[in-house]
């Protein structure tokens, strides 16, 4: 899930913007700074290992946790670093999080290969929030995060009954390896098999969560002569990489759903009838700051995972949606 060069971030709330714009691969000690002590050590370390900064869900989810960050700059120095999406880099990024002794360790993986890293944490005495992308262990201290096997049924019974049972849905995959791939693929299949199945379902190819890439993916595919109805995409980049290259196509009438719900120009598609439908998957960097500054207080977590709802929004809700999310981004369309 990353923005194309070409593709600009036009609006959102000033100061989250400025707070989610930080450069990949940098430090980002803006709150140790504010809070003045980090360099003496007087206070407690905090650090977050995100998966990547470049997607608008994970710029949201940025501007989010430092926001939150922010509020308890008088309790912990914060620093994060932005993997790119290179599980590689990331093992080598929590590694160096490491040898500065830190009290919380969040991590977003990139995926699953981080699972040793993070036990290590946990071996040491550091207590491990996942965020968003599961690990393959126990060995953490909570999880927080949306429950994307249950989006991925909400998604299969919104198309399902929208569908009247009939027709068939391509579905362009997310980042192979990466658990919310897995988990909004699976419960959209075990509902279609469960409640719809006259739906045939084309399981497509894994296009990274990045706009460019599904619209590639689609491009290819309306070649192989394919005929389909309609697009469950597991995410919005994806969603409007599909809309794009059927509109450059002179296509219509496709009926195509996202996730995220985090693009003021996902409304825009919405209410224009380019989308069906998105489903809200909420960042989760805000709680995991509140959880981390109540470890600190000693305080630990009475739940060791914490499910986000999810919200299905439409051409019916997209205002009411806009009103209620206002930090939402806007990005130029390609």
């Known amino acids: 899930m990353r923005f194309s060069k070409s593709m600009g971030l036009v609006a959102c709330l000033a100061g989250m913007l400025i707070a989610g714009c930080s450069g ?72 160096t999080f490491l040898v500065k002794n830190p ?10 290969s981080v699972t040793q890293v993070c036990e290590k944490a ?25 429950d994307n096997t249950e989006i991925g049924r909400q998604v299969g019974e919104y198309m399902g009954k929208t569908m009247g049972g009939k027709g068939t849905i391509l579905m362009v995959q997310g980042k192979a390896g990466a658990k919310p791939t897995e988990h909004r693929r699976d419960g959209f299949l075990e ?13 497509g190819d894994n296009a990274d969560y990045q706009r460019q ?10 070649q192989s002569g394919k005929t389909f109805d309609a697009v469950y995409a597991h995410n919005d980049e994806m969603a409007i990489g599909a809309y794009l290259a059927l509109e450059a196509k002179g296509i219509k009438g496709k009926m195509i759903v996202g996730v995220d719900g985090c693009q003021a120009e996902v409304l825009d598609y919405i209410r224009e009838g380019k989308m069906a439908a998105t489903f809200k998957y909420p960042t989760p960097g805000e709680k995991g700051i509140e959880i ?15 499910i986000l709802p ?20 806007r990005v130029e369309a390609k």
């Not at 890439?213 to 309306?222: G, H, N, P, S, V």
């Not at 981390?292 to 914490?306: F, R, T, V």
């Not at 299905?312 to 981004?329: G, M, S, W």
Request: glycine share 8%; net charge negative; aromatic share 8%.
């Open 191 to 203: 509902v279609m098999k469960a409640k719809f199945p006259g739906i045939n379902i084309i399981v």
């Open 310 to 329: 999810t919200t299905l929004v439409t051409k019916e809700t997209a205002d009411k949606y806009l009103a209620d999310n206002p930090n939402l981004f």
């Open 103 to 112: 009290k919380v360790l969040l991590v977003s993986a990139a995926d699953t």
């Open 292 to 306: 981390a500054a109540e470890i600190l207080k000693g305080n630990a977590p009475k739940d060791k995972k914490i």
């Open 122 to 146: 946990f071996d040491k005495g550091i207590s491990v929030i996942v965020l968003d992308r599961d690990i393959e262990s126990e060995k953490f201290t909570c999880y927080v995060g949306g």
């Open 24 to 95: 990949g691969g940098s430090t980002d000690e803006g709150t140790a700074a504010k809070g003045g002590a980090a360099a003496g050590g007087a206070k407690p370390l905090v650090v977050f290992a995100q998966a990547n900064s470049q997607d608008p869900w994970r710029q949201v989810f940025d501007a989010n946790i430092k926001a939150e960050a922010d509020k308890h700059a008088s309790e912990f120095s914060y620093e994060q670093q932005d993997a790119q999406d290179d599980p590689n880099k990331q093992i080598d990024e929590i590694e």
């Open 213 to 222: 890439k599904a619209r590639a993916y689609m491009e290819t595919f309306l």
